[in-house]
């Protein structure tokens, strides 16, 4: 049987192959965020019922939330989170699902069986407000964030859930 010497001679279904080979590949390559950006606004979660401890907190939240996910292989997360009761520390951590899915759920985790705390978790807190109920936090891990990184949770000093923003992706400016 005589060797191949040219692509003309390889059978379809070979080439066929090794492009799809290499779109996956590429594909593949995409989806390590290379420089994605996820931002989102805070917002009361809808258990905040009349007459819980924070109810009065619930609804004067807002803020902004963003995880930036960098093609050099690190994660990047910041908030800035106003209508806080002043002096006070908060926890502020990525969840792992969006806010109306079970309350965003749990904790994202780089490695599920890994630790519960940072750096195999994002917390860009806790942050402290200041005396206008401002707190701004942020935080870089040196892995790039799955998809499952769905959201940003503020959480009261007791650890309730407080407030939450669901991380929507975009893609950066590149022009600036």
């Not at 490695?111 to 940072?118: A, I, K, N, R, T």
């Amino acid at each position: 049987m005589a060797a191949l010497t040219s692509r003309r001679n390889l059978p379809f279904t070979t080439l066929g192959f090794a492009a799809m080979v290499l779109a996956a590949a590429a594909l593949s390559a995409g989806r390590a965020h290379a420089d994605e950006m996820s931002t989102g606004r805070f917002g009361p979660f809808a258990t905040a019922a009349p007459g819980e401890p924070n109810a009065d907190t619930y609804g004067r939240v807002d803020g902004e939330a963003d995880l930036y996910r960098s093609d050099n292989g690190t994660t990047t997360a910041e908030v800035d989170v106003t209508g806080l009761d002043p002096g006070v520390t908060y926890p502020v951590h990525v969840h792992k699902m969006a806010c109306a899915n079970s309350d965003a759920d749990g904790h994202y985790k780089a490695d599920l069986s890994g630790s519960s705390e940072p750096p195999n978790e994002i917390w860009p807190g806790p942050v402290t407000a200041d005396e206008d109920g401002e707190a701004v936090g942020q935080t870089t891990v040196d892995y790039t964030a799955g998809d499952d990184a769905q959201s940003m949770v503020v959480h009261d000093p007791s650890g309730a859930k407080l407030a939450c923003a669901d991380l929507a992706s975009e893609q950066p400016d590149q022009a600036g």
